[in-house]
């Protein structure tokens, strides 16, 4: 199921889409308030919408290392945004997500085959 991987790239553009964005308008001069809680709030949405999509493609084939990886990405991911931010745990977080969506389609197409 190619669900996941896209909720985990929407989130990832969520977070350093929206910090490029901001940078680059900054370089020529135009500021762009960004409330952090909508931000994170976005990040985390679609990080949920992941966690959701393995969690119906864990029903599919019953491997339960995809979601395992997800759910601690997940959980990472909530702890740096909204506990106590540290950029190596958001990007633990976003591997343990992006992990978890490359395996569970991987355990996808094995089914299929």
């Given at each position: 199921?190619?669900?996941?991987?896209?909720?985990?790239?929407?989130?990832?553009?969520?977070?350093?889409?929206?910090?490029?964005?901001?940078?680059?308008?900054a370089?020529?001069?135009?500021?762009?308030?960004?409330?952090?809680?909508?931000?994170?709030?976005?990040?985390?949405?679609f990080a949920?919408?992941?966690?959701?999509?393995?969690?119906?493609?864990?029903?599919?084939h019953?491997?339960?290392?995809?979601?395992?990886?997800?759910?601690?990405?997940?959980?990472?991911?909530?702890?740096a945004?909204?506990?106590?931010?540290?950029w190596?745990?958001?990007?633990?977080?976003?591997?343990?997500?992006?992990?978890?969506?490359?395996?569970?389609?991987k355990?996808?197409?094995?089914?299929?085959?």
């Amino acid at each position: 199921m190619r669900w996941s991987g896209i909720a985990t790239v929407f989130s990832m553009l969520a977070c350093y889409g929206t910090l490029t964005a901001v940078s680059v308008l900054a370089a020529f001069g135009l500021t762009l308030p960004v409330n952090g809680t909508v931000w994170a709030s976005a990040i985390i949405a679609f990080a949920a919408l992941a966690i959701l999509a393995l969690i119906l493609s864990y029903m599919k084939h019953t491997q339960r290392l995809p979601l395992l990886l997800g759910l601690v990405g997940f959980a990472a991911l909530i702890y740096a945004l909204l506990i106590n931010y540290h950029w190596v745990t958001e990007l633990a977080g976003f591997a343990g997500l992006v992990s978890g969506a490359w395996l569970d389609r991987k355990a996808s197409r094995t089914i299929a085959s």
